[in-house]
Nanobody
Framework: EVQRRRLEGGLVPAGGSLRLSCTTSRRTSSNNGMGWFRQAPGKEREFVATINWRGADTYYADSVKGRFTISRDNAKNTLYLQMNSLKPEDTAVYYC?????????????????WGQGTLVTVSS
């Protein structure tokens, strides 16, 4: 396996790739669903991807399906988002979060603990 980039965030060119990783700031259990959300300027927070506690079930927003991959390493208590073929419209602050149950969820209201936001800027 090749990890093209391992970076908290930053500036990347259109068509490029970036890998985000995080641990939620206030959640220690690995037996919960987790997800990624993002918020672009002038827009509400939107769902990006989610994964259940065992990593067997994943769901993606239509806008990122086929380009982004969510994964987790429970031993490291770490959540990942591999982003490929980035577009300028992917520019946003990205948040990782831990859900209220073990299942995956696309609803931000189902999440209790949120990680620090990471700004990702995709240039055109």
């Amino acid at each position: 396996e090749v990890q093209r980039r391992r970076l908290e965030g930053g500036l990347v060119p259109a068509g490029g790739s970036l890998r985000l990783s995080c641990t939620t700031s206030r959640r220690t259990s690995s037996n919960n669903g987790m997800g990624w959300f993002r918020q672009a300027p002038g827009k509400e927070r939107e769902f990006v991807a989610t994964i259940n506690w065992r990593g067997a079930d994943t769901y993606y927003a239509d806008s990122v399906k086929g380009r982004f991959t969510i994964s987790r390493d429970n031993a490291k208590n770490t959540l990942y988002l591999q982003m490929n073929s980035l577009k300028p419209e992917d520019t946003a602050v990205y948040y990782c979060a831990s859900a209220l149950s073990s299942s995956a969820s696309t609803d931000y209201s189902r999440y209790r603990y949120w990680g620090q936001g990471t700004l990702v800027t995709v240039s055109s």
